[in-house]
């Protein structure tokens, strides 16, 4: 890579490859491999703030340690000090800054090379939409000469699956073909062909790019290394994916065969069209139209568009590139705040790109975000489309399936210009994209769309607020230069109370064109006047304070208190029955209520029940809770609150456990808990409020009330070790035993000690597990809690048979067995006698052991208890295996899979499963085996439990196995 070292640029970046800085020429130690991936990701993104959170997650995965947060700043502090050795302690400097959003790189296209890359890829595809392909091609030559490798060297740091990096891989891809696609044109191949020939070794599956490599093989007279590259890369295909080439591939190959590379590149992509006459068009190569019928759905264009004249010439510059290549359909994702304007610049684009298109424009609201109207399904889209190109309603499928096929058969040779706008989530999305490469689709969507990037290929455009000069114009172009002209200070104070957001601005351009009477002065009082305080946000905050408060003036008086309320909620994340509670109404009201809040755009519903809005919407809120409600009022909401999930919780937990001893939290009038019908329900609304319940019990800690956060996190224990949230299991319980040990709080410090051992043991530190136990048990016999001794005898058993001292699980479990036999505790005997009688298989005593395991199964029968037949069932198969009886335990453990899955118990599912294929693979029924083990890894295999590692290793070992005995069949 060709770096300029310019005295007057001390530091230059480098991410097109292994991440490096160098000062004035010379390379800098960037330090240890966190540190390098923390710059690395930074440097991706460009200027842009990444969040703490985001960094730690690329860092650390899922998994971060308690003191991650911190970590982090250190890093940033090393990586100031090496950019500035004399930086003082705690200064930001030149750099690297910080801010509420996050960390960014202040850099530009001089001194990092993602950024140089990029600005000469716009250039050459300027240039080539102008003509000048010698010009296009030459700074495509020297964009090219900049990479290095992959992003970042993101594989060596450990996170090469991070979106940041592979975005910025995919762009190189994306400019390496573009690149090709004109070098073969001019017969330069030979100039990207060192590039080319790195950057598709690097993408071995992009079947786009191995087929310009064999263009430009064939190009440079290297016809047997393209043959033999071909034949290479179908035969990867279909040893790991099972499939032929493509058929861009194949064709790459045919033309490989006729040695015809200089014919072909003028097949690949035509000679640019004469230059259109109409002004501002934009001057794409275009195909002959093949349609017969001619949509033109775009709404009108904005009479006084002005503004984002980058994000235009990036995005005509990065359609023109695809045009000339003609190598994939290009996607272009919009996204940003509210009222940024993505709408407004989608619809100007597809107007300026409209002749590049000429069979025609489609557009549909996909009403993604709109408190009025429903999701817009892909179906409904679908059929609006297929109707606008002639399908008519007695020809159209039933399925939206058959619908997206055939819409893609229509458009398969015709050049259409596809807007979706407001388009809620990628899977609203994808029935809606093209499949041929002469078609654009443009995507605006309030979230950033990072799966259509991922499986699509799509180009994301984050919007920004609108420069000083280009808010001006937009009030000027609105008002009019006679109104704006004469009192240019309250303008610019306008636009600063703004925040240059363009729909704050059209709100204001509005209004004064509502009320000429009315100064741009009397309008920035206004402004001034309805201004609050959004302290520790971004930049934007304090600006857009307005534009809530017109919003939330819109509320009623007791919608408007539920909207303050909200913010006392941990997290932007919230239920009906929640609001109810915090505003102390009951869950009717409530519901009215949510549709006001709902209906003015403050609250979306993210999912069914579920509510959420923007952080800055929520900051707000809570400013107003405290400018409206006394301290007495919030904390009576906040208890309020907090009471909701307990007793919700309790109450989901007791579906789970009905044998557990806990007493129920205090109840309060006004306090809505969840209706939960049944297991299944408790199940899905633990599991959608487990992040929730987690900040409640934090909350709760740094409030002072102890008793409440272990109360709560005594509630979810079943929750976590029935559904596999081990890590919050541990985390929460530790968090509660500090607080509990610090409190004094003896009942909780002894409920803590007993559910981390719990915990503990199910992530496999036995050793630990049996040291809290102990400590367990001296406390609960200190406070004379008998039925928590016995779970506790119990809980000692098991860590004893776990580790195969069978005798001393016997002498545990037998205490136990007394215990609940003695307070008449019948649920708890279920899990205790069958616990005994896996101890009783461990030393031979089977006849004793299904003795017990039939006393246990009578009395599961007899409550209903389903996840105590499938464990009696499961402990009977278990004793039948230790004794021999191998197709016996087969039939037992396939029994005990099928209630256990009636019962909707996770991790008790998976245990047997993983039983159940060891069982199988014993008989040598490997299919068996295999089925049992995918079917349990499929049940885990997003929680952080040992027993995903575990049952690949399995699922490994059976593979390799086959592989062995295929070698000796052969």
Avoid at 221 to 243: C, P, S, T
Avoid at 681 to 695: F, G, P, Q, S
Wanted: charged fraction near 20%; aromatic fraction near 4%; charge should be negative.
């Amino acid at each position: 890579m060709t770096v300029t070292h310019d005295d007057e640029t001390p530091l230059c970046f480098g991410v097109l490859g292994p991440v490096r800085v160098w000062r004035k020429g010379e390379q800098v130690d960037l330090g240890p491999r966190q540190q390098r991936l923390i710059l690395g990701l930074l440097l991706a993104n460009a200027g842009q703030p990444v969040s703490v959170g985001e960094i730690i997650e690329v860092v650390w995965g899922q998994h971060p340690p308690q003191s991650a947060v911190n970590v982090v700043h250190r890093y940033v502090g090393a990586l100031r000090r090496l950019f500035e050795p004399g930086l003082p302690a705690r200064s930001a400097g030149r750099w690297l800054l910080g801010d509420a959003a996050g960390y960014r790189m202040q850099v530009d296209a001089g001194n990092l090379d993602l950024l140089r890359l990029r600005s000469l890829a716009d250039q050459a595809r300027s240039d080539g939409g102008a003509g000048r392909f010698a010009e296009a091609m030459s700074a495509y030559e020297e964009a090219l000469g900049l990479w290095r490798g992959p992003c970042g060297g993101a594989s060596k740091l450990g996170a090469n699956d991070h979106l940041a990096f592979s975005v910025v891989d995919h762009e190189c891809a994306d400019l390496a073909r573009e690149a090709t696609s004109l070098a073969l044109r001019l017969e330069r191949a030979r100039s990207v062909l060192p590039v080319l020939r790195c950057v598709a070794d690097h993408r071995p599956w992009d079947e786009a790019l191995q087929a310009q490599l064999l263009l430009a093989l064939s190009a440079d007279g290297q016809q047997a290394e393209a043959i033999a590259l071909f034949q290479n890369v179908r035969r990867r295909l279909a040893e790991e994916l099972g499939v032929d080439p493509g058929e861009e591939l194949r064709e790459a190959y045919q033309v490989v065969l006729r040695q015809n590379a200089a014919g072909t590149t003028a097949s690949v992509a035509d000679e640019p069209s004469s230059p259109s006459p109409h002004s501002g068009r934009v001057q794409i190569a275009r195909a002959p139209s093949l349609t017969e019928v001619l949509p033109a759905q775009l709404p009108a264009d904005l009479p006084h568009f002005t503004g984002r004249d980058d994000a235009q010439r990036r995005t005509l510059g990065l359609v023109n590139g695809h045009v000339l290549t003609q190598a994939s359909m290009p996607v272009l994702a919009i996204d940003g705040i509210p009222g940024i304007g993505k709408t407004s610049l989608a619809i100007h684009l597809a107007h300026q790109l409209a002749d590049a298109y000429p069979d025609g424009q489609l557009y549909v609201d996909l009403q993604g975000f709109d408190p009025e109207q429903s999701l817009l399904h892909p179906a409904e889209a679908l059929q609006g489309f297929l109707n606008a190109l002639g399908v008519a309603d007695a020809d159209m499928p039933a399925s939206q399936h058959a619908r997206s096929g055939l819409y893609r058969s229509v458009l398969a040779s015709r050049r259409i210009l596809v807007v979706l706008d407001n388009a809620h989530s990628v899977e609203q999305v994808r029935p809606l994209l093209p499949g041929a490469p002469g078609c654009l689709v443009l995507v605006t969507s309030r979230k950033r769309l990072t799966g259509l990037a991922t499986a699509h290929g799509a180009h994301l455009m984050t919007l920004d607020v609108l420069s000083q000069e280009d808010a001006r114009s937009f009030l000027t172009a609105r008002i009019g230069t006679a109104r704006t002209s004469a009192d240019l200070p309250a303008l610019d104070e306008i636009i600063e109370r703004c925040g240059r957001l363009p729909l704050a601005l059209a709100v204001v351009a509005g209004r004064a064109l509502s009320h000429p009477d009315h100064s741009l002065t009397a309008i920035a009082r206004a402004l001034r006047d309805a201004q609050g305080s959004l302290d520790g946000f971004s930049d934007m905050s304090d600006d857009i304070r307005a534009i809530f408060s017109w919003s939330y003036r819109m509320l009623g008086a007791r919608a408007a208190r539920m909207f303050r309320l909200l913010s006392l909620q941990p997290v932007p994340d919230v239920t009906v029955p929640a609001m109810a509670s915090l505003a102390g109404v009951p869950v009717g009201e409530a519901r009215l209520l949510v549709c006001e809040l709902v209906g003015t755009g403050l609250i979306v519903e993210h999912t069914p029940g579920r509510f959420t809005t923007h952080d800055l919407v929520w900051a707000y809120a809570r400013e107003l809770v405290h400018l409206h409600e006394d301290d007495e009022a919030r904390e009576q909401a906040s208890r309020r609150l907090v009471q909701h999930y307990q007793q919700t919780a309790y109450a989901a937990s007791r579906l789970l456990a009905p044998g557990q001893a806990l007493d129920p939290p205090k109840a309060m009038d006004t306090v809505a808990v969840g209706q939960l019908a049944g297991a299944t329900e408790a199940v899905a609304w633990l599991n959608a409020d487990r992040h929730v319940l987690k900040a409640v019990v934090h909350r709760q800690i740094e409030d002072g009330d102890v008793a409440s956060a272990w109360q709560l996190a005594m509630s979810l224990q079943i929750f976590y070790q029935r559904e596999g949230w081990w890590q919050d299991w541990v985390t929460v319980a530790r968090a509660c035993l500090r607080a509990v040990t610090t409190a004094g709080d003896a009942i909780g410090r002894a409920h803590m000690v007993w559910s981390l051992a719990g915990a503990e043991h199910a992530l496999g530190d036995d050793d630990t597990a049996a040291r809290l136990l102990r400590q367990a048990l001296d406390l609960y016999n200190g406070l004379g809690y008998r039925s928590e001794q016995a779970l506790v005898y119990r809980d000692l058993g098991q860590v004893s048979s776990t580790q195969e001292n069978y005798r001393d699980a016997v002498a545990y479990h037998e205490r136990a067995l007394r215990l609940v036999e003695s307070l008449e505790d019948l649920p708890n005997q279920v899990s205790v006698l069958c616990c005994l009688a896996t101890a009783y298989s461990g030393l031979g005593r089977h006849d004793a052991s299904a003795d017990l395991v039939g006393r246990a199964l009578s009395i599961a029968e007899a409550l209903g208890d389903l996840d105590g037949q499938g464990l009696c069932h499961e402990t009977l198969a278990h004793g039948r295996r230790v004794g021999g009886d191998l197709s016996g335990a087969l039939v037992g453990m396939k029994r005990a899979a099928a209630v256990y899955r009636q019962a909707g118990s996770r991790m008790n599912r998976v245990g047997c499963l993983v039983h159940l294929g060891d069982v199988a693979l014993a008989v040598d029924d490997r299919v068996g085996a295999r089925e049992a083990w995918q079917e349990a890894l499929d049940l885990v295999r997003h929680l952080s439990v040992p027993q995903v590692a575990d049952i690949r290793d399995r699922l490994d070992r059976l593979d390799a196995d086959a592989a062995a005995r295929a070698l000796v069949g052969r």
